[in-house]
């Protein structure tokens, strides 16, 4: 991307045949018109500045010149504040619109495939479907999947997620305006005022802050995560549905029925108070009514849009007489529209629609004028409105008005409801440990403390207490702060289920659950505010979820939740729940503890454990994936981890967390989103019904390998990062961990407690760090030496060679483990590492912690080559392969200029420009990489 000709900026081997041509032409567009928007803005010296460094870094990159490099060293660490701050701006807005072209030329190959009239691809419904029904699945046996499954994406907020709102916008306009020189046939006149637009966004672009001014704070979290409803969501989820079940009457049964609504997005922004102060009541309450506020704004806007097209005359059709009931008590319509009943019924909807918003509170109907309509009592009748009119329109045969914006209208309320989205509450045990403490303490007379009681006596007064009927709770006065913070919190989740239903509200997730007393905790809480009771006929309007994270809790997980299913009062409580029970599995604290093959593996091993016990107590399990964005916190394409998964252990139910950067550009653009949320469904059923089992018998076999690869991985891993003396300072010192805690991305702290030491860092930015570094470490380090030791200590080492490289071929839990560390590997850069590590201050530590990392490094390439069969890293992935290849010139010159930055800061120079550009290019590499944290 030059910002001038754009004539040598991507060599030919970066874009392979003629079908990314379009790519290369939309890159060198915006290239260009960036170029001019610096040359006007800051002068011809600057726009040449960043020109020269642009050609010496693709020099660098492409040729990998030795010379070019000390010639971009010698430029970039000899840059006024100024300079640095134009030359990290002009190439962290390369990657901000290299990312927007790819992903035009990403829904344009689509597009183009779709036209051509090509077979359908992998992770689409389409041959989903056309998979199990070649299986011989009828559409009963797909009704009961759709009517008992559900597949959740939950946002979450956390800080890795860099760009501002602001951006965003002009990002979207940008998107836009290219899709429109896609797609349209512009006019030469039409043409230059498509140009004038992108120049215009992109001088604003130019002119616009990157960094925020100051913190998010939990309100803009809430607002940022709601944008993407407008964008992706309101619309392209019933848009799945719709297709769904038009495949199913074009392919199966003309006549099949409505299928169930089972893909549903959920929220822990404003719920999650894991190690977040700032989630208080109020906040919870502010998530909830700005969830309601939305969606009947949505739902009174479409109301009033379809209802001013039924323009259709009962002197020319036969309505049905419900709906002559429905009209009947509608407000009139002027005398020279009398004759339409259906405008007259949507008037109806219309003023009952703002009654309902405004009887559920200043906060989500203040806006609307007082409406003397009946509020609706809930979304159900809602809904029962809508069936009427389309029944109405079917019997006179108007089934186009019926399928169009009507039927996704009705899929939007039976799927949104009046609440939006679920809201998870979140808490840590310890919290629960401290308030449940504090209650036994001013409630039972004894010489005994409740932490001094051993596990099973604290079990056993917990399940005695929750049959009692008594309160524990007097006076919220009585109690520390912590805990009246603890039980307002509780108080108001009652609240928020009695104003906008128990699906607004409907989960309880316990962080580092350890055993049934943290489960019995939590449930002992919700009694005392009424969402729980046991009694004769136990009932929860909650899910009760324990989130098993490090390495030894998810080798403990399935006793613990087999010791919960022997208590016969907590298994009747399940039935209110419908004999179902979630548990949620993390990734990143199971990453950091051991390692990513490690990590990898015992998640595994706990879903087949997990699975064994629901099983045998007849308990239906859900699977919660607590992934991040990156591999080393669980990470990768949607599809194969979740084909990936053990057998048996999908079943139709599935919810995984969608973190930081990766919701923007999963969900920003509506025909990605859409894509995104296909393959999930995709995915999830041909897990469920195909059963795939690709190893069967060779599975104990496998099993076995694998456990000593995981321990030979996690010995290395751990040795590196827990037994090594001053890891923890060449961490501190090689990666921007210090300076990220300044950047205003993120609510939460960057630990859970006032410490230093790795094992409180959250996972989140531990990952971020490193992959800043471009050294990617969680998500590789210990597989090669696992593999080395392996081959090594085995009696014929091509043999042992032999059976991985079976597994690769035959086993979809490697070739994703796998795959995933290829790309990792593919993004990180050793020789850019090496120039963080110069930041270590102890030139002995430098040596041997660098030098053990990049012997490792070079293992791992070595040993998933000799599996795969590869010559070259993502070689089965060109798509991937050639995005990297053209951002990673631009992302260099900013890791270049981290370092230089880091060196002049640490050594004093606290000037407010310094640490601003040091900000400036976290922002731009995050940006570049995608997916860091």
Same mark, same amino acid.
């Given at each position: 991307?030059?910002?001038?000709?754009?004539?040598?900026?991507?060599?030919?081997?970066?874009?392979?045949?003629?079908?990314?041509?379009?790519?290369?032409?939309?890159?060198?567009?915006?290239?260009?018109?960036?170029?001019?928007?610096?040359?006007?803005?800051?002068?011809? $010296?600057?726009?040449?500045? *960043?020109? =020269?460094?642009?050609? %010496?870094? !693709?020099?660098? #990159?492409?040729?990998? /010149?030795?010379?070019?490099?000390?010639?971009?060293?010698?430029?970039?660490?000899?840059?006024?504040?100024?300079?640095?701050?134009?030359?990290?701006?002009?190439?962290?807005?390369?990657?901000?619109?290299?990312?927007?072209?790819?992903?035009?030329?990403?829904?344009?190959?689509?597009?183009?495939?779709?036209?051509?009239?090509?077979?359908?691809?992998?992770?689409?419904?389409?041959?989903?479907?056309?998979?199990?029904?070649?299986?011989?699945?009828?559409?009963?046996?797909?009704?009961?999947?759709?009517?008992? $499954?559900?597949?959740?994406? *939950?946002? =979450?907020?956390?800080? %890795?997620? !860099?760009?501002? #709102?602001?951006?965003? /916008?002009?990002?979207?306009?940008?998107?836009?305006?290219?899709?429109?020189?896609?797609?349209?046939?512009?006019?030469?006149?039409?043409?230059?005022?498509?140009?004038?637009?992108?120049?215009?966004?992109?001088?604003?672009?130019?002119?616009?802050?990157?960094?925020?001014?100051?913190?998010?704070?939990?309100?803009?979290?809430?607002?940022?995560?709601?944008?993407?409803?407008?964008?992706?969501?309101?619309?392209?989820?019933?848009?799945?549905?719709?297709?769904?079940?038009?495949?199913?009457?074009?392919?199966?049964?003309?006549?099949?029925?409505?299928?169930?609504?089972?893909?549903?997005?959920?929220?822990?922004?404003?719920?999650?108070?894991?190690?977040?102060?700032?989630?208080?009541?109020?906040?919870?309450?502010?998530?909830?009514?700005?969830?309601?506020?939305?969606?009947?704004?949505?739902?009174?806007?479409?109301?009033?849009?379809?209802?001013?097209?039924?323009?259709?005359?009962?002197?020319?059709?036969?309505?049905?007489?419900?709906?002559?009931?429905?009209?009947?008590?509608?407000?009139?319509?002027?005398?020279?529209?009398?004759?339409?009943?259906?405008?007259?019924?949507?008037?109806?909807?219309?003023?009952?629609?703002?009654?309902?918003?405004?009887?559920?509170?200043?906060?989500?109907?203040?806006?609307?004028?007082?409406?003397?309509?009946?509020?609706?009592?809930?979304?159900?009748?809602?809904?029962?409105?809508?069936?009427?009119?389309?029944?109405?329109?079917?019997?006179?045969?108007?089934?186009?008005?019926?399928?169009?914006?009507?039927?996704?209208?009705?899929?939007?309320?039976?799927?949104?409801?009046?609440?939006?989205?679920?809201?998870?509450?979140?808490?840590?045990?310890?919290?629960?440990?401290?308030?449940?403490?504090?209650?036994?303490?001013?409630?039972?007379?004894?010489?005994?403390?409740?932490?001094?009681?051993?596990?099973?006596?604290?079990?056993?007064?917990?399940?005695?207490?929750?049959?009692?009927?008594?309160?524990?709770?007097?006076?919220?006065?009585?109690?520390?702060?912590?805990?009246?913070?603890?039980?307002?919190?509780?108080?108001?989740?009652?609240?928020?289920?009695?104003?906008?239903?128990?699906?607004?509200?409907?989960?309880?997730?316990?962080?580092?659950?350890?055993?049934?007393?943290?489960?019995?905790?939590?449930?002992?809480?919700?009694?005392?505010?009424?969402?729980?009771?046991?009694?004769?006929?136990?009932?929860?309007?909650?899910?009760?979820?324990?989130?098993?994270?490090?390495?030894?809790?998810?080798?403990?997980?399935?006793?613990?939740?087999?010791?919960?299913?022997?208590?016969?009062?907590?298994?009747?409580?399940?039935?209110?729940?419908?004999?179902?029970?979630?548990?949620?599995?993390?990734?990143?604290?199971?990453?950091?503890?051991?390692?990513?093959?490690?990590?990898?593996?015992?998640?595994?091993?706990?879903?087949?454990?997990?699975?064994?016990?629901?099983?045998?107590?007849?308990?239906?399990?859900?699977?919660?994936?607590?992934?991040?964005?990156?591999?080393?916190?669980?990470?990768?394409?949607?599809?194969?981890?979740?084909?990936?998964?053990?057998?048996?252990?999908?079943?139709?139910?599935?919810?995984?967390?969608?973190?930081?950067?990766?919701?923007?550009s999963k969900y920003t653009d509506p025909e990605i989103g859409r894509r995104n949320l296909e393959t999930l469904v995709a995915a999830t059923i041909e897990s469920t019904l195909l059963e795939r089992d690709a190893v069967q018998y060779h599975a104990p076999q496998f099993h076995q390998i694998m456990e000593t690869l995981s321990s030979g991985a996690c010995e290395a891993y751990r040795n590196l990062v827990y037994k090594t003396p001053g890891f923890k300072q060449f961490f501190q010192e090689s990666t921007p961990i210090r300076e990220i805690a300044g950047l205003h991305i993120g609510s939460r702290p960057t630990s859970r407690k006032p410490s230093d030491k790795i094992e409180d860092l959250r996972a989140i930015p531990w990952v971020f760090s490193w992959s800043l570094n471009r050294t990617m470490l969680p998500g590789w380090y210990g597989f090669g030496s696992a593999v080395e030791n392996y081959i090594q200590q085995a009696e014929n080492a091509q043999d042992a060679l032999k059976q991985l490289q079976e597994m690769h071929r035959s086993w979809p839990f490697l070739q994703t483990l796998l795959s995933n560390m290829d790309m990792v590997l593919s993004k990180s850069d050793l020789g850019i590492a090496s120039r963080y590590a110069e930041l270590v201050t102890d030139a002995e530590l430098r040596q041997n912690v660098f030098t053990s990392i990049r012997h490792e490094w070079e293992r791992c390439v070595k040993w998933l080559f000799a599996i795969t069969g590869h010559s070259e890293l993502l070689q089965d992935n060109p798509t991937l392969a050639r995005s990297i290849r053209i951002r990673t010139p631009y992302i260099d010159p900013l890791n270049h200029?981290?370092?230089?930055?880091?060196?002049?800061?640490?050594?004093?120079?606290?000037?407010?420009?310094?640490?601003?550009?040091?900000?400036?290019?976290?922002?731009?590499?995050?940006?570049?990489?995608?997916?860091?944290?």
């Open positions: 991307m030059s910002l001038n000709t754009q004539a040598n900026a991507i060599p030919e081997k970066n874009i392979p045949n003629e079908k990314d041509y379009p790519l290369r032409e939309d890159i060198r567009l915006l290239g260009r018109m960036l170029g001019d928007t610096i040359r006007e803005l800051e002068g011809e $010296a600057m726009f040449d500045l *960043v020109e =020269t460094v642009r050609q %010496t870094s !693709v020099r660098f #990159r492409r040729d990998q /010149d030795e010379a070019a490099r000390h010639e971009l060293d010698a430029i970039l660490n000899h840059l006024s504040h100024k300079e640095t701050i134009a030359v990290v701006r002009a190439f962290s807005y390369f990657s901000l619109l290299s990312n927007i072209a790819e992903d035009l030329h990403h829904n344009r190959r689509r597009r183009a495939h779709l036209r051509a009239g090509s077979p359908p691809q992998d992770g689409s419904v389409t041959l989903s479907l056309q998979r199990v029904v070649a299986k011989g699945i009828n559409t009963e046996q797909l009704q009961d999947f759709f009517a008992s $499954a559900l597949i959740s994406p *939950v946002l =979450t907020a956390h800080p %890795t997620e !860099v760009q501002r #709102r602001s951006i965003l /916008d002009y990002q979207l306009k940008i998107q836009r305006l290219l899709k429109e020189r896609d797609r349209t046939q512009l006019t030469p006149n039409e043409m230059r005022h498509n140009e004038e637009g992108l120049r215009t966004a992109i001088q604003t672009l130019w002119q616009t802050r990157v960094l925020r001014s100051v913190r998010l704070t939990v309100q803009d979290e809430i607002e940022n995560g709601l944008i993407y409803y407008h964008y992706t969501f309101l619309r392209q989820i019933p848009y799945i549905y719709a297709k769904i079940e038009d495949l199913l009457e074009r392919h199966m049964d003309k006549s099949a029925p409505r299928i169930a609504s089972f893909l549903r997005i959920g929220s822990w922004i404003g719920g999650d108070r894991d190690g977040n102060p700032f989630v208080t009541h109020q906040i919870m309450l502010h998530a909830a009514e700005r969830h309601s506020a939305l969606i009947l704004d949505f739902y009174i806007s479409e109301v009033e849009k379809i209802g001013q097209t039924m323009s259709l005359s009962e002197r020319l059709i036969k309505v049905t007489s419900e709906l002559e009931g429905l009209a009947s008590t509608a407000p009139g319509l002027p005398a020279s529209r009398i004759d339409e009943p259906y405008r007259r019924v949507f008037l109806g909807i219309h003023a009952r629609l703002i009654a309902t918003s405004r009887h559920l509170g200043p906060c989500v109907g203040g806006r609307y004028q007082e409406s003397n309509a009946e509020p609706y009592a809930d979304s159900a009748e809602f809904v029962h409105d809508l069936d009427i009119i389309i029944r109405s329109l079917k019997q006179h045969r108007s089934d186009k008005l019926a399928q169009s914006t009507l039927r996704d209208l009705r899929r939007a309320a039976d799927v949104f409801g009046f609440h939006l989205a679920p809201l998870d509450m979140r808490q840590h045990s310890r919290i629960h440990e401290q308030v449940i403490s504090e209650l036994y303490e001013k409630n039972v007379r004894d010489n005994r403390s409740y932490t001094g009681m051993s596990r099973s006596e604290r079990a056993e007064w917990l399940l005695a207490e929750l049959k009692r009927s008594r309160s524990l709770i007097s006076s919220l006065s009585d109690f520390s702060d912590l805990t009246q913070s603890e039980l307002r919190i509780l108080k108001m989740a009652a609240e928020i289920q009695r104003r906008f239903g128990h699906a607004a509200l409907p989960n309880y997730i316990i962080s580092m659950a350890t055993g049934v007393v943290h489960i019995l905790e939590v449930a002992l809480l919700l009694k005392e505010v009424g969402l729980l009771h046991f009694g004769d006929d136990p009932q929860s309007t909650v899910n009760i979820i324990p989130l098993f994270e490090t390495i030894d809790d998810l080798r403990g997980c399935a006793n613990v939740m087999d010791e919960l299913f022997s208590l016969p009062d907590y298994r009747k409580l399940l039935l209110s729940r419908g004999n179902l029970q979630e548990v949620m599995l993390g990734y990143s604290d199971s990453n950091k503890d051991g390692g990513f093959v490690t990590s990898n593996w015992e998640i595994y091993k706990a879903e087949i454990e997990l699975t064994k016990v629901f099983n045998r107590h007849g308990v239906r399990l859900r699977l919660f994936h607590g992934r991040g964005g990156t591999v080393g916190r669980g990470g990768g394409p949607s599809y194969q981890g979740i084909l990936a998964q053990p057998p048996g252990s999908v079943s139709g139910q599935i919810r995984l967390t969608e973190q930081g950067e990766v919701i923007a200029l981290q370092i230089e930055l880091l060196r002049r800061y640490r050594s004093g120079d606290d000037e407010d420009t310094v640490h601003r550009a040091i900000h400036l290019t976290i922002n731009g590499v995050a940006t570049g990489l995608r997916n860091s944290g």
